[in-house]
């Protein structure tokens, strides 16, 4: 029975994680310091933005991905 519960939430996690990856902005390299935008409000208040708050997120669901993925993978129940 937990093997399922825990396989159920792995499958959540795995698609929760890949929208968030999808709906992140693409980040190119250089293009900040290039444009001024380190230097501007967002730049430096990242953390709290939407987009702070969903890299946070994706960072949880990754670690807790890897983590799921290992305990299923221990064949223990």
């Known amino acids: 029975?937990?093997?399922?519960?825990?396989?159920?939430?792995?499958?959540l996690v795995c698609v929760a994680?890949?929208?968030l990856v999808l709906l992140q902005e693409g980040k190119s390299a250089g293009l900040g310091a290039i444009s001024?935008?380190?230097?501007?409000?967002w730049g430096k208040?990242?953390?709290?933005?939407?987009?702070?708050?969903?890299?946070?997120?994706?960072?949880?669901?990754?670690?807790?991905?890897?983590v799921l993925a290992v305990v299923l993978n221990l064949n223990l129940f």
Do not use: V
């Not at 001024?36 to 409000?41: I, Q």
């Open 1 to 11: 029975m937990l093997r399922i519960i825990l396989t159920i939430l792995f499958i």
């Open 36 to 41: 001024g935008a380190a230097e501007s409000y």
């Open 45 to 66: 208040n990242k953390s709290r933005s939407m987009e702070g708050k969903m890299l946070k997120i994706t960072t949880g669901l990754a670690i807790g991905f890897i």
């Open 17 to 19: 994680l890949a929208i």
